[in-house]
């Protein structure tokens, strides 16, 4: 199995190692201390050596952040984590609503006049420092130094040290040497002499090279410095990539700042990923601008698209097996563990399965209704008689990364349940069915997806749709389906449609196909202008059991039925006995 069901954490570790952490603080002589819940690489997934916040606080979510001072310490959560972060995280904490109040708004209420706010300037970049400006305009002061849980925290794990591959031409689709002349020919034309680049799955996309430093991303943890002529210098434990032809001049990892320190002319460095301590390190003319890998790889190639349509397709047999298999069995026989193991084994029956993309959701009941649940031995919960199933996974093959989220009826839940779901599946295909002119980005058209609930008063706590990697990360920036997104959708991204709604205490629905932008066909009568629309990924029946067939217009149900026509056709012949059965049931016309 990839995915354990162990705890990482209980709330009784956090006040003895909160005392321990204040004491540090006096001993240093600063007032307050920042926690991050990110790695010097900015990432979603850490090391298990990386995860002070959860070491400290309990809290294992994959967003948040702590502010310690002497007399109080604020957890920092969202929508998505609030309901986990008071089960996790001992009465010692202040569970904080972000990003509804801010940290500098926190800082300012709770901090002592003219406090010593310290933080690791690894763990943080340029535009969040940006933001804590005020704090000094206030009389207080930022001060950079060593982590202060790294001093603390005596069993620490050691760092990673997977080693990478190669990923092949024929999936990437593009050789390195034409992606680093591409991009320096961009930085040039842009007036920069140089890009910092700090994103592992940048560097690796950019090398065709693919790693093993973080569980569930094949990425590999390193620094790089890609110049306008198009070399690349990547910064590296020679360990990691020996034996490996990198088209690159490999150095050490404790060379890297001083590397950074030598560059001349313009520096272009992103301030949303780069460390504030390699900002620092910078004496050359600063520009900051996007990674100028960010765009190029979330604008998938045709071999990159050919080879994730593969890999739907083959992770959609293992969907369908297990969603056969689940209906078939009494639901007292079955547990969220005993969920995710037998979906694990379907997708291990591939013989194609690297690791699943991320641990699997399996929620039951009132467990649904936490978007980010991870199940564990004590959390585990039986299914039941007229509750819904919530099931959020995924794969990762060496040709494509999936994520898929379905919602299953287990009986016959009531018809509050089957009202929500009906809407979640209204805004799911009204983004599935859109055009939209080129310039538009996710924030325009978030709305779109949640219409329905609105109508009802109702909402959900979450980004509508996440970006998503070519074997690479599951999350992948910088465009995304959401409120806060502003970047034009283009050909090629790969992104998530996935609405929700959670009823606390009682149930949790979302369902998620993933859509690629692509070039709209003619629409007679259209104005002369470039059109977009989607094309489904995700091949994967809906539970009928759970639409209100009423609630749906002519459109929507023409939509469902040709969906669940296409899913039939491209599975029938591939499945089990049992499979193959279960299809033809799920996939008649409502």
């Known amino acids: 199995m990839f995915q354990t069901f162990k705890s990482a954490t209980t709330p009784e570790q956090g006040p003895p190692r909160l005392a321990a952490l204040r004491a540090k603080m006096a001993e240093m002589g600063v007032d307050g201390f920042i926690v991050s819940r990110a790695d010097a690489w900015q990432g979603e997934y850490v090391a298990p050596c990386d995860e002070r916040l959860a070491w400290l606080t309990g809290f294992t979510g994959s967003a948040g952040f702590c502010v310690v001072l002497a007399e109080r310490a604020g957890l920092f959560v969202d929508g998505r984590y609030r309901v986990q972060a008071r089960a996790q995280v001992a009465p010692d904490f202040t569970t904080v609503d972000w990003p509804e109040t801010t940290l500098a708004v926190w800082i300012l209420e709770h901090a002592p006049e003219g406090s ?32 202060l849980i790294d001093a603390i925290w005596e069993d620490r794990p050691t760092r990673p040290d997977g080693r990478a591959f190669s990923h092949p031409l024929e999936l990437a689709g593009e050789t390195s040497a034409s992606k680093r002349a591409r991009l320096g020919q961009d930085l040039a034309a842009a007036g920069d002499d140089a890009a910092i680049i700090t994103m592992p799955d940048a560097i690796c996309w950019l090398l065709n090279i693919r790693g093993a430093d973080i569980p569930r991303i094949p990425i590999l943890q390193s620094f ?34 001083a590397a950074v320190a030598a560059l001349t002319g313009t520096v272009r460095l992103d301030p949303d990923s780069c460390p504030e301590a390699v900002r620092a390190a910078v004496t050359a003319r600063v520009h900051e601008g996007r990674d100028p890998c960010l765009l190029p790889k979330a604008r998938k190639n045709a071999a990159e698209l050919e080879g994730t349509r593969a890999a739907h397709r083959r992770d959609a047999v293992a969907m369908v097996e297990f969603l ?69 996974s995924g794969g990762q093959y ?15 839940p009531d018809k509050e349940a089957r009202d929500a779901f009906t809407r979640v599946l209204q805004g799911m295909i009204a983004l599935s069915r859109l ?38 990360s599951v999350h992948e920036g910088p465009a995304r389906i959401s409120r806060a997104s502003t970047v034009p959708l283009e050909p090629g991204m790969i992104l998530s449609n996935e609405p929700g709604y959670y009823r606390e205490g009682a149930f949790g629905i979302r369902i998620e196909n993933l859509i690629v932008v692509q070039d709209a066909g003619d629409l007679a009568g259209a104005d002369p202008r470039p059109w977009l629309d989607f094309e489904t990924l995700t091949y994967v029946p809906i539970d009928t059991r759970l639409v209100v067939k009423e609630m749906l217009t002519k459109a ?6 040709a969906y669940h026509a296409e899913c039939a056709e491209r599975l029938t012949g591939q499945l089990s006995e049992r499979a193959e059965a279960w299809l033809a049931g799920a996939t008649l016309a409502v």
């Open 435 to 472: 055009r939209f002119p080129r310039g538009v980005g996710g924030a325009h058209i978030d709305a779109l997806a949640r219409a329905a609930l609105w109508m009802a008063g109702q909402d959900f706590d979450h980004g509508t749709g996440h970006g998503v990697g070519s074997y690479l």
């Open 224 to 257: 790089a410095i890609l110049r306008a002529d198009g070399q690349v210098s990547i910064f590296v434990e020679a360990s990691k990539v020996a034996g490996l032809e990198i088209d690159a001049e490999i150095f050490a990892p404790d060379t890297f700042l």
């Open 116 to 147: 010593k706010i310290a933080y690791d300037p690894w763990l943080h970049v340029p535009r969040q420092l940006h933001e804590l400006a005020r704090l000094e305009a206030a009389g207080h002061s930022l001060q950079a130094i060593e982590n």
């Open 398 to 412: 060496v040709d494509g990364t999936t994520d898929i989220t379905r919602t299953v009826a287990i009986g016959a």
């Open 324 to 392: 056969a298999w689940l209906d078939a069995q009494p639901p007292s026989e079955v547990t969220e563990i005993g969920a995710v193991e037998a979906l694990e084994g379907f997708r291990r029956a591939t013989n194609a399965l690297q690791d699943i993309s991320f641990e699997t959701i399996s929620g039951a009941g009132p467990n649904a209704a936490l978007p980010h649940y991870r199940v564990s031995d004590e959390t585990n919960r039986t299914l039941a008689e007229g509750e819904l199933y919530l099931v959020d």
């Open 556 to 561: 929507e149900r023409d939509w469902l039925n």
